[in-house]
């Protein structure tokens, strides 16, 4: 059984930084792909960033040049740094990993920047 535990999720002012912390366990060592999606209230839920197994990182353009994803892969754990944060941001952070043809998805973690 594939569990994601997601944390670092908070309340940030515009401008600020979070980093977002994902930690998976259970079968995971022939995982394709680990990244992060979000969901803000009345919208769908949209791509952030995606790391692959062969190491391509994807971004979604609203969040380019602004947030880095990472893994390290010893501690089965996925980042996302978060900078230059900005109102539109805010939302639920969700983990994914895709093993060969199966999805997971974490609980969720809130993000809200507000002044």
């Known amino acids: 059984q594939v569990q994601l535990v997601e944390s670092g999720g908070g309340l940030v002012q515009p401008g600020g930084s979070l980093r977002l912390s994902c930690v998976a366990s259970g079968s995971i060592f022939r995982f394709n792909a680990m990244g992060w999606y979000r969901q803000a209230p009345g919208k769908e839920r949209e791509l952030v960033a995606m790391s692959t197994r062969g190491g391509i990182t994807n971004y979604a353009d609203s969040v380019k040049d602004r947030f880095t994803i990472s893994r390290d892969n010893a501690k089965n754990t996925v980042y996302l740094q978060m900078s230059t944060l900005k109102p539109e941001d805010t939302a639920v952070y969700y983990c994914?990993?895709?093993?060969?043809?199966?999805?997971?998805w974490g609980q969720g973690t809130q993000v809200t920047v507000s002044s």
């Open positions: 994914y990993l895709r093993v060969l043809i199966q999805e997971y």
